[in-house]
């Protein structure tokens, strides 16, 4: 990050600062952190399957449904190729660790888009939050396909703005190879896909060569996944990753309900210390219409909702409400003002709803991980949402510091619920 600030010197305090930040990542690579509670036993696991390619490439390739994971072969593929030649895990983490901050520089690239106009130094803390992410943070230490995917994802936004500045058709070409890419790394994000797709075809029209063109790029990229999944038969995609879940249990789409409540409960989360310091502004939450809508999903969504916590997951206010009161009566207060307040953000806004589903449909399988989250949910508020932003504010001192310390409050409780939560 320190490219950034190389040829402003007016930028020093700032670039001390990400050094500061770089350096407990450092320290917590050495300490080997964990936040997100799963991230070293994954690693393990893909370990395994890392040899696996090593050894006998052909063999996993054909099998790898077999194996204890779902998450997407191709970084497992990529780190196997340091073990081939025998390179230490230590450094093979190092790598992949200085690789991942690339999030944080494609990050910050997407906000000077949308936010030409605004103080640099204001775009310069919004990133720095990444740092305090535990699946940044966790996931960077104990390689993960999730983060790469989410890398190749920022970057994907950063050609759709650069497509709105200059309305280059290049860049539509270059999101739709990115996002491709992205879904490879970790297949969560391949949903996106429709959400760029009608933003480009409502610009060139759906029957233009320009949308014909996408449409066929989007094919081509997508058939040797759609061969290796469902003509291979390699259906990793249907692994789980929950504990007590058998083998013969559905876990795409089991409940939606569930997914819904959970996700609203979550997006309020990483809402809440820009809606209380005004950051969003939101008008007219307490209307007849408003409650209304929130009333009938809370009820339908609270009528359904079986998600099993000893299966782990289900975000922050789930685990604090069965942690502290052994049910879910304050997740579920928490989010019927999710659904209020979300509902009033986004629900004059077709594109904002859009955003919203997808992002549900994200995560289709029973098992919901705050981490799944964590920090996209951040990166999508700022850049692809059409939020009515007031970044203004986050320049006064007491506000940064109030939203600084909202999410190093997250960091930490994440690594002690590693202490005091079984």
């Known amino acids: 990050m320190s490219l950034i600030f190389s040829n402003n010197n007016s930028y020093r305090d700032e670039t001390i600062f990400f050094l500061f930040l770089y350096m407990t990542l450092i320290a917590s690579f050495i300490f080997g952190e964990n936040s997100t509670g799963g991230a070293i036993k994954d690693y393990v696991n893909q370990k395994n399957v890392s040899q696996g390619f090593a050894n006998e490439f052909i063999k996993t390739f054909y099998e790898y449904d077999t194996f204890a994971t779902r998450h997407s072969p191709i970084l497992i593929i990529f780190l196997s190729l340091f073990e081939k030649i025998n390179v230490p895990d230590t450094f093979i983490r190092l790598i992949h660790l200085h690789l991942c901050l690339l999030l944080p520089f494609v990050f910050y ?33 104990w390689p993960d396909s999730r983060l790469f995917g989410l890398i190749f994802f920022t970057l994907s936004i950063y050609y759709f703005l650069k497509f709105y500045e200059s309305k280059n058709f290049k860049f539509a070409i270059y999101n739709v190879f990115v996002l491709a890419l992205s879904a490879y790394l970790s297949p969560n994000f391949s949903v996106f896909s429709i959400f760029f797709f ?46 007590g879940i058998k083998g013969n249990e559905k876990i795409i789409f089991n409940n939606l309900f569930n997914d819904i409540l959970i996700t609203f409960s979550i997006f309020l989360f990483y809402l809440l210390p820009f809606y209380f310091l005004k950051v969003i502004r939101i008008n007219k939450i307490l209307i007849l219409k408003n409650i209304l809508i ?42 019927f003002i999710s ?48 939020f009515n932003l007031d970044l203004k504010k986050v320049y006064y001192k007491k506000n940064y510091l109030f939203i600084f310390g909202y999410f190093l409050v997250f960091l930490i409780i994440s690594n002690l619920k590693l202490i005091l939560i079984v």
């Open 198 to 243: 009608i933003n480009f075809v409502l610009y060139y029209g759906f029957f233009s060569k320009q949308a014909l063109y996408l449409v066929i790029i989007n094919l081509v990229l997508a058939f040797p996944a759609f061969y290796y999944i469902f003509i291979l038969d390699v259906n990793f995609l249907l692994k789980s990753a929950a504990i």
């Open 339 to 386: 659904i209020l307040v979300i509902c009033s953000l986004i629900s004059k806004n077709y594109t904002n709803i859009l955003l919203f589903i997808l992002i549900v449909l994200n995560n289709p399988q029973y098992t919901i991980y705050h981490k799944y989250f964590d920090p996209f949910l951040l990166i999508a508020f700022l850049t692809i949402f059409s």
């Open 294 to 335: 929130s009333i009938f999903i809370f009820s339908i969504c609270l009528f359904n909702f079986d998600y099993d916590y000893s299966f782990s997951g289900g975000g922050i206010f789930f685990k604090l409400s069965n942690y502290f009161f052994k049910n879910n009566y304050l997740f579920y207060f928490i989010s």
């Open 109 to 141: 690239r997407c906000l000077s888009i949308k936010f030409s106009k605004i103080d640099k130094k204001i775009l310069f803390f919004l990133v720095s939050l990444i740092f305090l992410s535990p699946t940044f943070r966790s996931l960077a230490i």
